[in-house]
Protein backbone atom coordinates (compact mmCIF):
# COMPACT_ATOMS: atom_id res chain seq x y z
CA UNK A 1 0.00 0.00 0.00
CA UNK A 2 1.71 3.36 -1.31
CA UNK A 3 1.00 6.15 1.25
CA UNK A 4 1.91 9.78 -0.01
CA UNK A 5 1.31 11.71 2.86
CA UNK A 6 1.41 11.09 6.38
CA UNK A 7 0.84 14.41 7.23
CA UNK A 8 -3.09 13.78 6.50
CA UNK A 9 -4.90 12.03 9.21
CA UNK A 10 -6.95 9.54 6.99
CA UNK A 11 -8.53 6.20 7.80
CA UNK A 12 -6.24 4.84 4.97
CA UNK A 13 -3.31 6.08 6.59
CA UNK A 14 -4.29 4.83 9.69
CA UNK A 15 -3.97 1.36 8.04
CA UNK A 16 -1.08 2.07 6.65
CA UNK A 17 0.78 2.85 10.38
CA UNK A 18 -1.27 -0.13 11.71
CA UNK A 19 0.07 -2.68 9.29
CA UNK A 20 3.54 -1.37 9.28
CA UNK A 21 3.76 -1.65 12.96
CA UNK A 22 2.35 -5.01 13.15
CA UNK A 23 4.90 -5.90 10.20
CA UNK A 24 7.98 -4.71 12.09
CA UNK A 25 6.72 -5.95 15.37
CA UNK A 26 6.50 -9.50 13.56
CA UNK A 27 2.78 -9.69 16.02
CA UNK A 28 1.68 -13.10 16.59
CA UNK A 29 -1.85 -11.31 17.52
CA UNK A 30 -1.42 -8.75 14.34
CA UNK A 31 -5.57 -10.28 13.50
CA UNK A 32 -6.55 -9.33 16.84
CA UNK A 33 -5.27 -5.84 15.94
CA UNK A 34 -7.30 -4.98 12.62
CA UNK A 35 -6.64 -1.14 11.48
CA UNK A 36 -10.23 -1.01 11.51
CA UNK A 37 -10.02 -0.60 14.91
CA UNK A 38 -8.31 2.50 14.87
CA UNK A 39 -10.23 5.76 14.89
CA UNK A 40 -8.84 9.20 12.86
CA UNK A 41 -9.15 10.88 16.15
CA UNK A 42 -6.15 9.30 17.53
CA UNK A 43 -4.11 10.04 14.67
CA UNK A 44 -1.31 11.77 16.14
CA UNK A 45 -0.54 9.14 18.90
CA UNK A 46 -0.86 6.09 15.96
CA UNK A 47 2.16 8.34 14.15
CA UNK A 48 4.05 8.70 17.10
CA UNK A 49 4.01 5.23 17.77
CA UNK A 50 4.29 4.39 13.99
CA UNK A 51 7.37 7.03 13.84
CA UNK A 52 9.02 5.40 17.12
CA UNK A 53 8.71 1.68 15.92
CA UNK A 54 9.97 2.69 12.15
CA UNK A 55 12.99 4.13 13.68
CA UNK A 56 14.26 1.28 15.57
CA UNK A 57 15.69 -2.30 13.99
CA UNK A 58 15.43 -4.52 16.81
CA UNK A 59 13.12 -4.82 20.07
CA UNK A 60 13.77 -6.11 23.25
CA UNK A 61 10.82 -8.29 24.57
CA UNK A 62 9.57 -5.74 27.04
CA UNK A 63 9.52 -3.16 24.52
CA UNK A 64 7.24 -5.28 22.35
CA UNK A 65 5.04 -5.70 25.15
CA UNK A 66 5.05 -1.61 25.92
CA UNK A 67 3.94 -1.24 22.02
CA UNK A 68 1.59 -3.79 21.71
CA UNK A 69 0.30 -2.24 25.30
CA UNK A 70 0.10 1.20 23.44
CA UNK A 71 -1.55 -0.23 20.74
CA UNK A 72 -4.19 -1.56 22.49
CA UNK A 73 -4.97 1.86 24.24
CA UNK A 74 -5.31 3.24 21.00
CA UNK A 75 -8.23 0.89 19.92
CA UNK A 76 -11.42 2.28 19.57
CA UNK A 77 -14.05 1.21 22.37
CA UNK A 78 -16.82 -0.08 19.76
Avoid: C, W
Amino acid sequence: MEVANLDEPTQENVQYMIEAIKTKLRMATGAAMQASHFSVERYGEIRELYEIVSGKNKFSISEVEALVTELGQLRSKA
